[in-house]
């Protein structure tokens, strides 16, 4: 009979879980381990209470145990994220296999009351070294393959198979160089073009923050945005942006470029007071016109839906800025906050376009966006557009606009 929870509490915490692995060890060191973090979860939570989220969390394991059998360790390492141990050393492309079964699994809705919740997932993953019987190392190697999985915004899942020791120095010293970085000119804006995808003509651009980092070279915004968080710099780094981002808006006109430059809005800049003050006195430093400008924010914080968040938008839009709401359908999306802001823009997340071609339930979340962006009376915007066969099928769909490493 396959075994169930019939509650978070009768889940094994992190320390019954580690106490489990311990054993094991000592009789197979030959074990896999995958840590399972649900992304945005904390949104459900605040947004419909905290049982309303234990229901679903308690939900997400007993699903998780169906998948992969109750022959599995498993347990609950913190609030949101959940281990489970293998038996046997899996490389690499095994735990992938893992991963993606658990992704398909769950594009099926958990229904709760009258909610649906899609669920996606940070996956880190490793196979313990030889012989290791020390179950903080193994543990370790499986929160650092999480951590990378969460920093990066290409691919949710994470394989680490060597502890490198390096690691915590590595990070301190990323934090310590932060503040430097800023100073030194050491952080560049990168340009994603939009392409108008009939014409395949450039029509914006989405500007993505790197670090050149003068000893580890050029790295993506993972590091950056840790070290940025423990300093408490996140508006300090969001302004920077914005500013470098006008800037590099007003340069593209002269050189006969006009073209909309889209940068991701922080939560923070989202509940900064200063914001609409500070944005308008950038506009008029560097003659700026602000209609070519469009702030991305992603859904959870769209989802938050408070007053402050509503006001800030308006006043935002009132300026002539766009608002667009990026990674759409991906985590938990309760498509009602759509009725309560005003929007210019729905970017459909990567992850239902990527695999168009092959699965014809992601054809119909495309679909049914577009239909959702015509009603909101806004565009659509398609990332992650890989191959020629997503931009035909795009094409034949009638979505006009798109971006990707096409």
């Given amino acids: 009979m396959q075994k169930t929870y019939e509650s978070l ?15 094991t060890l000592v009789f197979d060191s030959c074990q896999s381990l995958l840590l399972i973090d649900v992304v945005r979860f904390s949104d459900v939570s605040s947004n419909f209470g905290y049982e309303f989220g234990d229901q679903i969390l308690l939900e997400i394991a007993n699903r998780i ?46 229904q709760c009351e009258e909610h649906a919740f899609i669920v996606d997932f940070n996956v880190g993953a490793t196979a313990n070294p030889k012989q290791n019987t020390n179950v903080n190392a193994f543990f370790s190697l499986a929160e650092i393959a999480l951590k990378q999985a969460k920093s990066n915004k290409f691919d949710n899942f994470q394989y680490t198979h060597e502890l490198k020791n390096e690691e915590s120095g590595r990070s301190l010293t990323l934090k310590a160089d932060l503040k430097r970085a800023l100073i030194n000119q050491e952080l560049e804006i990168y340009f994603q073009p939009k392409i108008e995808l009939k014409s395949l003509v450039i029509v914006g651009a989405e500007c993505l923050l790197r670090w050149n980092h003068p000893l580890d070279g050029l790295l993506f915004p993972g590091a950056l945005i840790e070290a940025a968080e423990s300093y408490n710099m996140m508006n300090e780094l969001g302004y920077w942006t914005l500013e470098e981002s006008i800037k590099a808006s007003v340069y593209l006109s002269k050189v006969g470029l006009s073209i909309k430059l889209s940068v991701n809005m922080s939560p923070t800049q989202l509940y ?92 119909a979340i495309v679909e049914a966006s577009q239909i959702i962006a015509k009603a909101a009376n806004c565009e659509l915007v398609a990332e992650g557009i890989e191959n020629i066969q997503h931009l035909h099928i795009l094409r034949e769909l009638g979505v006009s606009t798109g971006q990707g490493f096409l």
Wanted: glycine letters at 6%.
């Fill in 65 to 110: 145990l169906f998948l992969f059998g109750d022959t599995v360790i498993f347990g609950r390492i913190s609030g949101d994220t959940f281990g489970m141990v293998l038996s046997g050393i899996h490389h690499r492309r095994d735990l992938y296999q893992f991963y993606t079964h658990l992704i398909e699994h769950f594009k099926t809705p958990i």
């Fill in 9 to 23: 509490n009768s889940i094994p915490n992190r320390y019954a879980l580690l106490d489990d692995i311990e054993e």
């Fill in 272 to 363: 900064d007071l200063n914001f609409v003050s500070t944005l308008t006195a950038l506009a008029k430093h560097y003659s700026f016109n602000l209609s070519l400008l469009e702030l991305e924010l992603t859904e959870d914080v769209a989802l938050s839906n408070s007053v402050l968040v509503k006001k800030q938008l308006s006043d935002i839009r009132q300026l002539g800025v766009s608002i667009a709401i990026d990674d759409f359908g991906k985590g938990y999306s309760n498509l009602g906050y759509l009725r309560d802001i005003d929007i210019d823009c729905i970017k459909i997340d990567k992850s239902f376009v990527m695999g168009i071609d092959n699965n014809p339930v992601n054809k």
